[in-house]
């Protein structure tokens, strides 16, 4: 690169300072061509390296332009690796316009986008994940996204990689050492070693890929599909997160007819937000293309928010956003207008069941809204349980069903939870003696069977644990293994045939879609 170049480094934008820079072999002289120091005798060429001068800049014609500060770095000690000068001059961007067209007349020309961090690249001064760091930073928008940009510039991403290509580089070396050199005392590596050197390396590219997702979504943000039937809320949704009204909002159905994005940074993550036309079966040929721009979103968002309208009952439109929507990786549902009369039942209309099978019997219970079921020969009751643990009364949220399965053999069941929408769990359940209570857990879609401590297996500790709780009632659901509704010598007698009890928590009084859909 034998030629110098110039740019306005701060934008065409009036700001209180303006810079511009100067790279290249004659980057010093085209600096003393348009700048005269103020004060000494001193050349500006003779002056020590990355000094701040005052004095003056001058257009090509020899009129002074404005009282700045400059400085200039000697090669190899810069950000481009090459001679670098720069002008801290007052932010007008017409007087920073006239001292780059001064610059140009000195002999610099004009930088190509990104040029500057083309030539540290080339120079040595970065490697490629830096390089792209630099340009991450710039466009960052978020808090997160800074510190992310600013720990790839101090090169921790190219360190980690490089450590995997030497460690390869390494093995390919004694491999070609061994085979060139026979006649040598090299010993050969042992096939455990290879597995473990080339295991190690494929551990760490597998642990460098999994950041990839967490990079992206702080670099591009996360895009949010916002969706739901006609007049659910959902424009009224983007206005209320933005705290300006960006989309039209009427009481007409169908009033949004195209897709509406805008961007929001909540808890410092930066959502792009994607506000879409109202799902629902229509004749309407405008409508059908708001309607498959809002399934286009749907498939390209990472996180969906599904407004369902809590004054009116769930309808088949609701059903088809709830379906479209159990495709997204991460889904929250929100119940809008709760000001007024709820008559919303997400999990009524949803078909959910639990499903036993195992030694010799096969269960399946439905669960409706406190409703009782039929199950092979058992007897089954279902109740309907607030967050608590206590029975539902009016207007109460649903926080999980307790169904108890009275007649179930000791032995390896599998346990599955279905239901239009929801990911269909399935898990693998051993009834003992002491563990009759199964509580499963929708946060994780996970099981704990009889493991009243909480320490992932059914121990003595548990036995224990049972012990220390017997005459309380502190803690029925977890303690209260036959569920009669005490602790007691009962439930350290659990046996073959003695009720199991299964807690299911509800789909949608966690919110998210994607737990059961």
Do not use: W
């Amino acid at each position: 690169m034998t030629d110098t170049i110039a740019a306005i480094a701060t934008g065409y934008a009036r700001t209180a300072i303006g810079i511009l820079r100067i790279s290249g072999p004659e980057a010093r002289q085209a600096l003393a061509k348009v700048f005269t120091p103020f004060a000494g005798k001193t050349p500006l060429l003779e002056r020590p390296a990355q000094s701040l001068i005052y004095g003056q800049l001058h257009d090509t014609d020899g009129a002074v332009l404005d009282n700045c500060l400059a400085t200039f770095s000697v090669a190899p000690a810069s950000y481009t690796g090459e001679d670098t000068a720069e002008l801290q001059c007052h932010g007008s961007p017409t007087m920073l316009a006239a001292g780059l067209e001064a610059l140009f007349a000195a002999g610099a020309r004009q930088a190509k986008a990104g040029e500057f961090t083309r030539r540290a690249f080339l120079n040595g001064k970065m490697d490629l994940t830096q390089a792209e760091a630099v340009i991450d930073l710039i466009d960052a928008e978020t808090v997160s996204a800074a510190k992310n940009a600013v720990g790839q510039l101090s090169g921790a991403m190219g360190k980690k990689i490089d450590g995997i290509y030497n460690q390869l580089v390494d093995l390919l070396a004694h491999f070609h050492a061994v085979l060139d050199y026979p006649d040598e005392d090299i010993e050969p590596f042992e096939a455990e070693e290879i597995a473990q050197s080339v295991g190690k390396a494929a551990q760490d590219l597998a642990a460098l890929r999994a950041t990839y997702r967490r990079g992206k979504q702080l670099t591009q943000g996360v895009p949010c599909a916002i969706v739901g039937r006609p007049n659910a809320g959902k424009s009224s949704l983007l206005n209320a997160i933005l705290g300006y009204d960006r989309a039209i909002v009427t009481d007409i159905p169908g009033t949004t007819r195209d897709t509406v994005e805008e961007k929001a940074v909540l808890g410092g993550v930066l959502l792009r937000l994607i506000d879409t036309a109202g799902l629902r079966e229509t004749g309407d040929v405008v409508e059908q293309m708001g309607v498959r721009r809002s399934l286009d979103a749907l498939e390209r968002a990472e996180l969906a928010l599904v407004v369902l309208d809590g004054s009116a009952p769930l309808d088949d439109n609701d059903k088809m956003v709830l379906d479209a929507a159990g495709q997204v990786e991460e889904c929250i549902i929100l119940v809008n207008k709760s000001d007024l009369p709820q008559q919303a039942d997400e999990v009524a209309h949803r078909d959910l069941r639990l499903t036993l099978t195992g030694s010799g019997k096969a269960v399946t219970v439905s669960l409706p809204d406190g409703g009782s079921t039929g199950a092979d020969g058992l007897a089954v009751s279902v109740e309907a349980q607030n967050i608590h643990g206590v029975p539902l009364t009016t207007e109460e949220q649903i926080g999980y069903y307790q169904v108890t399965v009275d007649g179930l053999a000791t032995g390896d069941y599998t346990m599955t939870l279905s239901g239009q929408g929801y990911t269909t769990c399935t898990t693998p359940v051993e009834l003992e003696t002491y563990s009759q209570h199964v509580l499963m857990s929708t946060g994780n879609g996970s099981f704990a069977l009889g493991d009243v401590d909480g320490d992932g297996a059914v121990t003595t500790a548990d036995r224990d644990a049972m012990d220390a709780q017997l005459g309380k009632t502190g803690d029925l659901d977890t303690y209260d293994l036959n569920g009669d509704g005490v602790v007691d010598v009962t439930d350290l007698k659990c046996s073959a045939g003695d009720p199991a009890v299964f807690d299911i928590d509800p789909l949608y009084a966690r919110g998210f879609v994607r737990e059961y859909r």
